[in-house]
Structure formats: C-alpha cells, structure tokens
C-alpha cells in the first residue's frame, strides 16, 4: 500500500513539475498572426513581415495572411518592407499568449524618379511552395507566344505538347498523357467538353485567359478524376483597381491561314461592385502546308497552292463577369459563350478520300463546306469566399452546356439504306451530334492551425450526356461524381516545408441502350435473318477511390530541393466502356470494355532548382507507373458490317511505367543578352497484355529547344525584345501499330516585340514567325499525323494590343 502511495506522489510530482514549466514557457511566448492587404490590390502575398529583436521573419499566404509561433514575449516592433509600398513599423504589445492583428494596409509609394521595373517573381515562388511541378506564364507569355489555341501558345513550356487539329484547335498533352487523363480548370470550375475525342479542340479563348498554372503530374487529389496526367489551371482575371473604367483592344494577323481578328474587353469598378466584359471574333481560310502532294492510305491527293481543302474556320466567344468585393467577402458571377465551325480536311474524312468535289472545295479557301463541326460551349458560375476568424471559406456553383454537331454528307455503309429515309429523327446530314450538360458545386475552407496551413473541401458533379445523329459511336450516358480531400502544408521552419494530402472519391456512370435504326444481314447456322443490331446494352458502373500525396521542399539559400510521391486514379468513360462504331477520322473500328476497372497510377516527382546571379537550373525528374492503364488496342479483327473491312480496335488494360523529366537553364551573359535550354524526355513501355514491350500511343519524342533572347533599351520604347528559337526534335522509332515512325526535325522560330508609348496611350506590337525556314516536318503527336500529313509551313503572326484606362480617379 505505502510503495502505490509513493508511486502515486511521484506520478503527482512529475506532472505538476511538467505543468509548472510548460506554463513557463508558454507564459515567455506568444502567437501573433495578422493579414497584410493594400487599399488597391487587396490581400498582398509574398511579403517578408519581420519582429524585432531576434529578426525573425515569415512571409504571407495568397490571403495575405501571417502567423508567428512561440515568439519571444519580449519582443517590441513589427516590420514590412516591400517595394513599391511605403515601409511599415508597428509596436507590440504582448500581454496575452495569442494575438490578433487588425488588419495591416501599406500605402503606395509615389516617386517622381527615374522609371523603375519591379519584376514579379511570383512563379519561381510557387514554385518553392509546391512539390508538385508547377509552370506559371501570364497574359505576355501567351501573347509573345500566341498561336492557333490556347494549347498552342504553350507549346514552349518543356513537358507540355498538343494534339492539334488543324490551324484552329487542339488538347493538351502534358507528358505524353491526353484526353481524358489531363484536366483544364477555368475560373475554378472544371471545363467538360467532349475531350475524348482526339479532334474535338479546347473551347477556351485565350485572349481571355490572364495567368495558367500547369501542374505536370498526377493531380487527383485536388480536382478528383481525369487529373492523372496533370491540369491546366485558368485563373480568374484580377479584380480592377478601384474606381477605373477601361479596357483594352487586340488585333491579330496571320499569313498561313490567312486569319485575322481580334478581341475587346471592358472593365469598370467603383467602390464595391466591378464588371468585366470581352468579345473575341475570329476569321481563317484554309491552311497550308509544305507540300504540294499528301497520301492519305496510300492514296495520293493533290494539294491545290499547297491548301488543306476545307480547314477553314471562325470562332465567336462573348464573356461578362461581374461581382462584389469587400476587405473579407467577394462574389463573382462568370458567363460565357464560345462557339467555333471549322471544317475537317476533306480528303481525310470518312471511307473514300477520293470521292471528294475538289473543284467545289477549291473555288475558295475560306469557305466551310462538308465535312464541318460546330461546338457552343456556355459556362454560367458563381464563385464566392469570405473570411471567418482564421478560416476563408469559398464555394463554386457551375453549369456549362457543350453542344457539339458533326455535319457530312451521308453515305451509305454495310447495310445501311442507300437514301436517307424521309422519316429519320436526325437531319439528313448530321453524322453526330453530343450534348454535354453539367451541374458541380464544390466548398472549400482554408485555414491556419499553429505551423500548418490546411485545406478541406468537397466537391460533387452532374452530368447528362445526350447523342444524335445517323452514326453510332458512344451511347447517351449520365454521370455522377463526388469527392472529399483534406490538404496540410506544414512550414517546419525557414529551410523545410511538407505536404500531405488524402481523398476519397466515388462515382457513378450510366449508359442507355442503342440498336442500329436500320436492320442488318446475319447469318446464324445457314439462316439469315433481319435484325437491329445492338450496339449497346443498358449498363451501369460504380466506382470508389482513395489516394494520397506527400511532399516535401527544402530551400536552402540559392537552391530549393523537391520531392512528391502519390497515387491518382481515372473513371473510365464511355467511349472506353461502351463504344462500338466507326471512328471515320481514324478510318477504324473502336469496341469498349465494359468490365474495365478504374485507371490508378502512382507517381513519383523530383525537383531542383538553383538560381543565381546569371544562373537558373531546374531539373524535373519523374517516375510513373500504371497497374491497370487503359489504351485502344489495334486487333487482328475487320469490321463486317458498318464500313469497308475497317481494323478493329479494342478497349484493354495493362502495366505500364514511364518515366522522364524536363531541364530548364538560363544564362544572362549582359543585363539584355540571355541564352537558355529547354529540353524534355519520355520514356514508356507496356509491361503486360498483347502490346507488352511497346510503348504507348501518341508518346511524344524527346526534344531540345535552344534560345537567345536579346532585350535592348530603345529610346521611347519598353520591354522591346527580339528573340531567336532552334528546337530539335528527335525521331521517335518507338510506336504501337499502326503508327508510323517519325523522322526528326529541326525548326527555328522569330519573335519580335515591343511597347510604344504615344503621349499617355500604350501600343504593344509583337510579331512572330514561326516555321520560319518553311520546313517539312511530321508532328508525331498531331491528328492527321497517320496521314503523313506535314505541320504548317511559315507562318507570320503579327500582334497589336491597345490597353486604355478612360477614367481613374483616386
């Protein structure tokens, strides 16, 4: 009894000893957290807030917040210093453990001096911040680098490549993964097109497009499915300054397709309320190529003045925001509407190339004659955050519609009827048409928990997918997708910072019935009969998920050090369970599985990044493999019944690993001369199943791109650059038949631009002239590469933007 007694004092004295000198140390320090905003730009993130003594430092969040753990109590001052703003310095009084801040603004600093540049480091900081590897261009790099598409004006960011379709469109291809398995994100809502088509372009207008984040990696623990591969990530344009009204003009010229067009936007705020307005209209004839003569399945078509017949194109895009914003709330409603018609190349269309009225299509290239797709595209979102105590919530509201049609003239296949029946529930012309309709909410809450900053959100999405049309490929079709993800970024200290994520996902597809609206001949033990055939069945398919993510970055001085390992998965989607068609694009007949389990991948991500002063290096090394990759596989089977003996193709699964990386460094001989590598690799292999030790389809080549960028100081002129680019594309020899090898290339690129100033009125001209030595080359990840089809010959692209602010007032 006395020896529990005495076990029982010591249990008592350790633990009043342990609580004495636990409130002694909490008694000596004290949490301090703030926020950090200008009357202009609202929350101001990246700036070093410092208390002495003891100089100890943090930096703000993207919310402009700040938080100091355990810090001395006898510390006195305060202090923020950051160009362009006027110094800060506030006194501390610490009489309690934890202390809010009111919220801090700095004031402008107005100088009547010599111009200064201040240069926005804000990518290469992401870049710390993130394990993943990230990319961040803005609006100049779009504009210094504009092409066709979105996806073709960052085509320069190493890992980054496209399949493009035509001068007008194209999809992005992120590390050799496409379709489905790379997500774009635009204003935080996820853009739903038909992306599993491989011609079927991004409805984006990049002239709207302001900053894109590309993540290159797996990304499904923040956006859920088809993020496998990666995400472009469109930010919202910036609230305007308060109390403006202005807007800007563009207009853009290009010489191969003979485009032209422009853009115009409006934007206005007073106080509170803020509007933003754009129209983006856009002409183009028919492209051409290098060549005079393309064989598409060896059959010979003559180009006539070196035109792709019928690639002829326009585009209508119209958006309007408009919103509400306070120091700690901000609600802003988006519409748009993009609409595109653009014509297939003629003589690549359907089962005879040669049946083409080349004389009809000739008279003009910019006309668009059969066969052509028209896409609308409306979006319609709200996205609204507001501050509650430490926490800043924000909520998403969505709907978009994606109607596409895909117009040809009909012609009979197999057994189908010679004369398009007068009754027939589709227009006599309309091959295919697809209406998307989609509805996704989403809540997310970020908040700071001592050293961590930590992210929980739920998302949910709604999908209605409907068909048209005298041809069958995909049935109609209902989705339902949620998710539920938790994030913390945990800073240790000054020199390491860890991630972890976790997610859990469940989604539900479903797909309607179709049988064939004219019969067909079969032939069962000697009896032939008449039937509807069914192209497919009623089928229903569910499927849970649970991934993870954890990273970690070390920062010491110049260098920062990077690493992510985690997992992701993908739905499998219509075409890849249940299609059962001709795809007349690919001259081929593709056949789903409807037992096909959920695509998962697990990926491990590398990065190391050194800058000084006339150096940067970053080296994005990456591992990735696949247990269950989900790929068409080219049979040995002909299709008998719905077109001339076309190869079938069918839906599988199988191992597959990949790896690669990107290398990206910079040398700045003079303050205007700099030098710079971009170069990319890729290497996959199938590990299992009939096409074990190939690789996979479409696997772009290895590449090297070197540049020189010369920046002189012109006398009434800014930002003047000229620009010189060599990229060497290597061949790639590793295919999957019925691919076809293809030869390297070699291709320069000229870009030129400057800012010219007319009393207070900018002018920013920049031209381009891609292609420039008009060479013939195959883009082995291009649309109408099985055709032999070579990419574009020269192309000048000349540029004017025309910023105007009418009124300012202060």
């Known amino acids: 009894m006395n020896k529990t007694k005495s076990n029982r004092l010591r249990i008592f004295c350790s633990l009043l000893f342990c609580f004495i000198i636990g409130s002694k140390i909490a008694a000596q320090s004290v949490r301090v957290s703030g926020k950090v905003l200008s009357s202009e730009w609202g929350s101001l993130e990246g700036l070093t807030v410092i208390i002495l003594p003891g100089n100890l430092t943090t930096i703000t969040d993207k919310k402009g917040h700040f938080y100091f753990n355990n810090i001395p109590k006898d510390s006195k001052i305060l202090k923020i210093n950051h160009a362009g703003y006027l110094p800060y310095e506030m006194k501390l009084s610490l009489n309690e453990t934890s202390i809010l801040l009111p919220d801090i603004f700095l004031k402008p600093e107005i100088k009547e001096l010599q111009e ?157 309320w803020f509007f933003d307005t754009r129209m983006t209209v856009m002409d183009y004839g028919d492209y051409r190529v290098p060549t005079d003569t393309v064989h598409v399945y060896n059959y010979a078509v003559s180009l006539y003045k070196n035109h792709l017949r019928n690639t002829a194109g326009r585009e209508l895009d119209l958006h309007a925001s408009t919103g509400y914003v306070t120091e700690k709330f901000k609600s802003v409603f988006y519409v748009s509407n993009v609409y595109s018609k653009s014509g297939f190349f003629a003589n690549a269309h359907g089962l005879e190339p040669r049946n083409v009225d080349t004389e009809l299509h000739d008279k003009s290239n910019r006309d668009i004659l059969m066969p052509f797709q028209e896409v609308t595209h409306t979006k319609i979102s709200n996205t609204t955050s507001f501050q509650l105590a430490n926490h800043q919530v924000e909520t998403q509201l969505g709907f978009q519609k994606n109607f596409r049609r895909e117009w040809s003239h009909y012609v009979n296949h197999g057994f189908m009827p010679p004369i398009y029946p007068d009754a027939m529930y589709a227009p006599k012309d309309l091959e295919r048409q697809y209406d998307k309709q989609v509805f996704s909410v989403a809540v997310k809450d970020e908040f700071s928990l001592n050293k961590h900053q930590i992210s929980v959100g739920i998302n949910a999405e709604q999908q209605q997918n409907d068909i048209n049309g005298w041809s069958f490929l995909i049935p109609a079709f209902t989705q339902f997708n949620t998710g539920l993800f938790a994030y913390d970024k945990m800073q240790l200290n000054e020199l390491w910072l860890l991630h972890g994520a976790v997610r859990l996902d469940y989604g539900k597809i479903e797909m309607e019935q179709y049988n064939d609206w004219f019969p067909s001949e079969i032939t069962e033990n000697g009896q032939t009969t008449s039937q509807y055939l069914k192209r497919s069945e009623d089928l229903t398919r569910t499927f849970n998920s649970f991934n993870w993510s954890a990273g970690v970055n070390y920062t010491p001085g110049k260098l920062s ?28 007949f593709e056949k789903g599985d409807p037992n096909l389990a959920a695509e998962r991948s697990y990926q491990l991500d590398l990065g190391m990044d050194w800058q000084a002063n006339k150096w940067s290096f970053q080296l994005s090394p990456f591992f990735n493999y696949f247990p269950n990759y989900i790929y068409l596989n080219p049979t040995s089977q002909h299709d008998i019944y719905y077109g001339a003996g076309n190869q079938v193709f069918e839906y599988e699964q199988s191992k597959v690993m990949r790896y690669g990386g990107e290398l990206q460094t910079r040398y700045q001989f003079l303050q205007n001369l700099s030098v710079e590598i971009l170069a990319e690799y890729l290497y996959s292999e199938q590990l299992s199943g009939s096409k074990k030790g190939y690789t996979l389809p479409f696997s772009p080549p290895a590449s090297v791109l070197f540049g020189i960028n010369y920046s002189p100081q012109i006398k009434n002129l800014k930002d003047t650059y000229f620009s010189l680019d060599y990229r060497y594309t290597a061949a790639q020899n590793q295919i999957v038949p019925p691919e076809k090898k293809t030869a390297s290339s070699n291709i320069f690129n000229l870009a030129l631009g400057t800012k010219l100033k007319t009393g207070q009125q900018d002018f920013i001209i920049s031209l381009q002239v891609q292609n420039l030595l008009n060479t013939k080359y195959l883009n082995h990840t291009s649309f109408y590469r099985l055709i032999e089809l070579p990419e574009a010959s020269r192309n000048i692209i000349l540029s004017l933007k025309v910023p105007f602010l009418i009124h300012k007032s202060n």
């Open 116 to 272: 200064v540049v201040i240069t926005d480091h804000f990518g290469l900081r992401r870049k710390k911040e993130e394990s993943l590897n990230i990319e961040t261009v803005n609006s100049s790099f779009i504009q210094r680098n504009l092409g066709g598409s979105l996806m073709q004006s960052l085509q320069r960011i190493p890992g980054v490549k496209t399949i493009s379709i035509g001068s007008g469109g194209s999809k992005p291809l992120i590390r050799g993964l496409s379709f489905n398995q790379v997500i774009v994100v635009e204003n935080g809502i996820k853009h739903e097109g038909q992306q599993w088509g491989a011609d079927h372009g991004l409805e984006i207008d990049q002239y709207a497009v302001n900053r894109v984040e590309i993540i290159k990696g797996p990304s499904s623990f923040m956006y859920g499915s088809d993020a496998i591969g990666g995400a472009v990530n469109i930010k919202p344009i910036p609230t305007p300054s308060k109390n403006t009204f202005g807007g800007s003009v563009d207009f853009t010229g290009k010489s191969n397709n003979e485009q032209f067009g422009g853009s115009i936007n409006l934007f206005g705020r007073n106080e509170k």
């Open 561 to 588: 050090l990077k690493a992510n390992l985690g997992t992701s998965f993908r739905i499998p989607i219509a075409k890849e369970l249940a299609s059962n068609g001709v795809n007349y694009h690919y001259f081929r």
